[in-house]
């Protein structure tokens, strides 16, 4: 997991990628309604999300086919973990690009302007309370791997 100033992270992605995440994250949010918003065909889209905060639990996830790239506006903390420390719960799902594990993380702030870029395979949990729960809007990007 990486966690930078989003412009930062841009500059790993394909300028296609780079620049509808960019053009997407100008739009004035108090308009758009939460919900996915495709942006490029089969390799982009946005998931836009309001949502409070949570305590972290040992719920994790991870994915094969798409990275994702967490943009919050407001603050949370995110968990990351290691596969050896981890169990599955759920295996794969192929149609939701899902796996669910159970183990132990260690959490990571996340801020306005910064995002997390989380690599396929890649165990983490977001949306855990920062320093006291609050209400956040949370883009979700999701790009397909390899990125074209």
């Not at 994915?63 to 973990?81: C, M, N, R």
Request: aromatic fraction near 10%; proline fraction near 6%; glycine fraction near 4%.
């Amino acid at each position: 997991m990486l966690i930078q100033p989003l412009a930062t992270i841009l500059a790993c992605f394909s300028s296609s990628v780079a620049q509808a995440i960019e053009d997407f994250c100008k739009q004035d949010f108090a308009q758009l309604a939460d919900g996915r918003y495709p942006l490029l065909a089969d390799t982009l889209a946005a998931n836009l999300a309001t949502y409070q905060t949570h305590a972290l639990t040992t719920r994790l996830e991870s994915h094969q086919k798409f990275l994702d790239l967490h943009y919050v506006l407001g603050q949370e903390q995110i968990a990351g973990a290691l596969p050896e420390n981890c169990t599955v719960t759920d295996p794969y799902d192929a149609a939701q690009d899902l796996t669910w594990w159970q183990g132990p993380s260690t959490l990571y702030p996340l801020r306005s302007g910064h995002a997390a870029l989380i690599m396929p395979g890649e165990i983490h949990a977001a949306g855990i309370i920062w320093a006291a729960a609050a209400q956040v809007r949370k883009i979700v990007f999701k790009v397909a791997w390899p990125n074209p």
